[in-house]
């Protein structure tokens, strides 16, 4: 069989297949898009089935996660330079589900991978990010991350430690039931909505932020808006603007609850929202329209 054409699917048994959904996850938590990760995963899955050896390897799972990490860290580091000249802010391309009951990936979507998580990790290095992710989201051992990075397990445990005061410092976390959360959403849609100002600024905890990403191809906010009063003027004056033309969607945005708006029935942004089950906390509105292929275009409902 030739090795640079075959696909995952022919590998019969092949344990590669059943681990393909916690490879992937590991690849977008480091970089951040679909198609970098599924990049990452079938340069994986060649050298998987390139090695001749295969039988001998004690953990499969234990060697491909190595190899896609290692790879994504390679990767992130290559596309540093272009992401220092984004226009705007640089979110992650949402993953976005319209229901909420979800296929083989739910137990991957269960971890974190939040859109407020995602916008914190890009604060850190590819081996920070790596060593963050591999212990607190993946629990890893500090023995596996440092065999993965080549490094000390002193050394890791500091990286990691460092990595986390990061995280806590620019992200207060919440762990909220998803009934709870998904409550919010819906105040959130039935205030912006209303167009009323008041009953907008009402949901949004004084602290929120609000971060856009148009990637210079459409409009959006420039710098990270702090600020009840500010994010909630923001609203109203779109909702004055685009009036009924607006219809917001529930949907899962990386695996939270969330919303998709349409404006005259097409697409016009996904939103991450986070929220400490009372206010939201947090809004992350991804615009850039390269980010939002494969979200349904036009609003059937």
């Not at 802010?89 to 909420?100: A, G, K, S, Y």
């Not at 209303?194 to 602290?207: T, V």
Request: neutral net charge; hydrophobic residues 45%; contains cysteine.
């Amino acid at each position: 069989m030739n090795t640079t054409t075959a696909s995952p699917a022919s590998a019969g048994d092949d344990p590669f297949d059943a681990l393909r959904p916690r490879l992937f996850s590991v690849a977008y938590r480091m970089l951040g898009t679909r198609a970098d990760a599924e990049d990452v995963v079938q340069d994986a899955w060649l050298r998987w089935r390139q090695n001749t050896d295969r039988a001998a390897v004690q953990s499969p799972e234990a060697w491909l996660v190595t190899v896609v990490t290692r790879l994504a860290i390679d990767r992130l580091r290559a596309v540093k330079a272009e992401r220092e000249a984004y226009v705007g802010r640089w979110l992650p391309e949402p993953l976005v589900q319209i229901e909420e009951r979800t296929p083989e990936t739910a137990v991957e979507l269960a971890s974190d991978l939040s859109m407020a998580l995602l916008w914190v990790l890009e604060r850190l290095s590819a081996e920070e990010r790596a060593a963050f992710l591999l212990r607190q989201v993946f629990d890893h051992g500090y023995d596996e991350i440092a065999a993965l990075l080549g490094k000390t397990e002193a050394a890791c445990r500091q990286m990691v430690h460092r990595a986390s005061e990061r995280v806590q410092q620019h992200r207060a976390r919440f762990d909220v039931p998803r009934d709870a959360h998904r409550r919010v959403v819906e105040k959130f849609i039935r205030a912006a909505q209303s167009g009323e100002r008041d009953a907008i600024q009402a949901l949004l905890a004084e602290d929120v932020e609000l971060v856009g990403d148009g990637g210079g191809k459409v409009p959006s906010v420039y710098k990270v808006l702090h600020g009840a009063h500010r994010i909630a003027n923001l609203f109203w004056v779109t909702g004055r603007r685009f009036g009924d033309q607006a219809a917001y969607r529930h949907a899962l945005i990386n695996g939270e609850p969330g919303l998709l708006r349409y404006v005259d029935g097409k697409l016009e942004s996904a939103m991450g929202i986070a929220t400490d089950g009372e206010r939201i906390v947090g809004i992350y509105v991804v615009r850039n329209p390269d980010k939002l292929v494969g979200i349904p275009q036009t609003n059937v409902d």
